[in-house]
C-alpha cells in the first residue's frame, strides 16, 4: 500500500512538472528563453566608451553604460541618468540635475562624483583617448554642485553640446571599476546600464547577461551575444537558418533572396555614414589640388551605388551625408575619365605613375569590391596601381603613421553625432585624430573651427556651407557615396531600429 501510494504522488509530481514547465502560476513565457544572438563583420575593440571609435563597440557600449541624455526611436534627445538639465543664456554652462537611486553594476551609485570622474578622465589629455577630442574642445571644467547635481563649465556657447552629450562616448562610468581596473578597463566594464558583460571570447563571440538591478524599465532578455562573422554569406545563412537573430551589415547581394524569406524582415533605414577614398595629400603629386580633383573625375560613382551597392547607398554630394544637420549639397564630381586625363596632363602626371591604394577588407560594406572596381577607373586614365588589402587593425594603424606610404586609403565615417561639427572636425582638420588624407589648409581649418564656436544656427549653417565647398574644391579624398543602414532579423523580434548614426539599439528588443 505504501509502495502505491508513494507511485502515485511521484506520477501526479511528473505531470504537474510537465505540463507546468517549472513556471509561476499566470506566467506561461517565463521559462522561455530570451537570448538574443546578433552576428556582427567583426568584433568590439573595447569596451571602454571614451576610448571607442567604432560601431560595433559603441553598440556593445550602448547596453552596458547608461549616459546622461540619449536618444529615443526618433533621434530625439530625452533624459537618462539626468532628470532633466537647464543651459546658461549665455551658452556656456549647461547644468544636470541627476536621478537618484540608480547604481552601477557593481553597487556603487551613481552620482555627480561619477559623472565627473568620467570626464574629467576623457578631457585628461595625458590618458590619450580616442574621444579626448570629443569632449575636451568644448568643455573647460566639471563641477559637482551636491550629491546628484553636475555642471559643466564651457569654453564657448557649443550648439552641439547635448547630442555630444548623448553619444555612446559619453558613457558614465564605475569610478571604483577604472581605478581597479585601470588600462584592462575596456575588457572589463562596469557601467550603469541594462546589460553587463559576461564573457568575452576574442575573434569569436561577446556574451551580454541582465543586469537584475537595473534603476529602468527590466532588460527583456537573459542575454544578448555577438557573434563575430567576417564572411558576408555566412552571416546571411546564419539569419536563415536561425542560428543569428539579426545580423549587421546585410550584404547587397543577398538583400532581394532574405527579403522573400517570410520569416526574415530587413530593415533599410538612413544613416549617416559616407565612404570616401582618402587621398594623402602629403605626397606628390597628389598635393597638388588638380590631381586630386582628376582622381574625382576618373571614379565612376554612380555605377559603384547601381551595380556593387544594388541601390543601397547614394553618390554623395558633400563631405557629410544629407542627416547631418549643418548639410548643405554641393554636388558631386562627374564621371568623366577624358577631364580626369586632361588635369592630369595639366599637371605633368605622366601616364604609367603608380598609385598606391589601400583598403580594409570586410569592414565596411563592400568595401573590397569598390576598392577593386576604383583600381580599374585609375588605370584607365593612365595609372598603374598598386593595390593591397589589410586586415582592419593594422590597415588603421598603418593609415594614421605619418610616414605612410600610401596614395590613396579606403575610409568611412560615420557622423555620431549627427552634427557638422563631428562630421568634419576630426577628419578634415590639420590636427584632426582620423585626417587620414593629412590635408592642411587653413581656411577650411578656419571654417571648421568658427563652425565650433558659432552659437547662431543659420550662422553656423553659412559656415559649413562654405566649408563643404572649399573641401570639394581641395579634393583631400575621391567622394563616393552615403550609405544606407540594412539591417537583418527574424519575423519573431519586435523593436528593431537603428538611429542615424548607426547605433543598433538592443535595449528595447522583444522576442515574441
Partial sequence: MKKASLALVLAIVLLLTACGGGAPAGDGNAAAPKDLVVAFGSEPVTLDPQDTSDGISNNANELIFDKLVTLDKNNNIVPQLATEWTT????????????????????????????????????????????????????????????????????????PALITFAHTNGGIHSPKNVKEKGKDVGKSPVGSGPYKLKNWIPGDKVVFEANPDYWGDKPKMNTITFKTVAENSARSIMLETGEADIIVPVVTTDVERL??????????????????????????????????????????????????????????????????????????????????????????????????????????LMDRQIAEFIQGNLQAVGFKVDYRKWE??????????????????LNSWGTSTNDADWGLRPILMTKGASNYSKLSNPEIDALIDKGMKTANADERKKVYGDALKQIKEQAPWIFLLDYKQTTGYQSSLENVYNWNNERLILRDVVKK
Fill in 88 to 159: 546658461a543664456p549665455n551658452g556656456k554652462k549647461i547644468t544636470f540635475k541627476l536621478r537618484e537611486g540608480a547604481k552601477f553594476q557593481d553597487g556603487t551609485p551613481v552620482n555627480a562624483e561619477a559623472v565627473k570622474f568620467t570626464f574629467d578622465r576623457v578631457i585628461n589629455k595625458e590618458n590619450k583617448l580616442n574621444r579626448y577630442s570629443l569632449y575636451a574642445e568644448f568643455i573647460d571644467k566639471v563641477n559637482v554642485d551636491s550629491e546628484y547635481q553636475i555642471s559643466f563649465d564651457l569654453k564657448f556657447p557649443f550648439g
Fill in 392 to 409: 582592419f587593425g593594422a590597415f588603421q594603424e598603418a593609415t594614421r603613421d605619418p610616414k605612410a606610404e600610401f596614395n590613396l586609403a
Fill in 259 to 364: 527579403k522573400a524569406n517570410d520569416k526574415i524582415k530587413i530593415n533599410v533605414e538612413p544613416s549617416s555614414r559616407n565612404l570616401y577614398m582618402s587621398i594623402n595629400t602629403t605626397r606628390a603629386p597628389f598635393d597638388n589640388a588638380k590631381v586630386r580633383q582628376a582622381l574625382n573625375y576618373a571614379v565612376d560613382k554612380e555605377t559603384i551605388v547601381k551595380k556593387i551597392m544594388s541601390g543601397q547607398a547614394k553618390v554623395s554630394e558633400a563631405a557629410i551625408g544629407d542627416l547631418v544637420w549643418g548639410y548643405s549639397s554641393v554636388g558631386a564630381y562627374p564621371y568623366d575619365p577624358e577631364k580626369a586625363k586632361q588635369l592630369l596632363a595639366e599637371a605633368g602626371v605622366a601616364p604609367g605613375t603608380t598609385i598606391k591604394l589601400w583598403t580594409p577588407d570586410g569592414r565596411y
